[in-house]
């Protein structure tokens, strides 16, 4: 599994990192109605719970965001973008504040009027632990791609032709899609059931 930074991995897969989160220094966050946080990294950028009190509602894009941030948000049906944009045309119309990285989509823009992000960190790659992850990927039979970014670095240097590959969730099935990319998506937008995916395709292939 190939993903940014370091974390937990599940039982059977090797993950490899090729980069880190860097927050940005004051950033400004606007006023509006609804809050919408991204990933848990954003609570390393940003103290969610002293801002959440100027909005009617937070949404956090998937569980481990909202652990990320104490919990206190509403968390969609699917763990995507897309996800979040049909739990907000759910609600009241409103202005809709999103936190995210500087490499996020144009989803929510695409599907929900009134949105403005707001990028409050980066993501710093780095090229030997690059790398080490084209040398990984190459030798693997299964590969799990846990954004749109990562699918596009991993294609653009491995090719990924003959393996299982296995996006995270829609978003980045799409970059593959436009990648020209054979692959399946996780039931579920979670690093933990795209490894199971992973596992439940190939033990399929071998037997």
Known sequence: ?????????PPG?????IGTIRPRHGVQIPDGDYLVVMSPA???AVDVAAVAGRFKCVICVGPSTAAAVGGRCAVPREYTSYGVAQLLKALAPGRTVVLRSSAGNDVL???VPDVVEVPVYDLVFDEEKIREAVSAVS???VVVLTSSTIAEIMAS???LAGKIVVAIGAVTSKKLRELGVPHVVAEEATIESAVKTALRNWEKSVG
Do not use: F
């Open 1 to 9: 599994m190939v993903r940014v930074r370091e974390g937990p991995c």
């Open 13 to 17: 897969a090797r993950c490899v990192s």
């Open 42 to 44: 954003v609570a390393s």
């Open 109 to 111: 823009r695409s599907l």
């Open 139 to 141: 030798a693997a039979k």
């Open 157 to 159: 240097r491995v090719d």
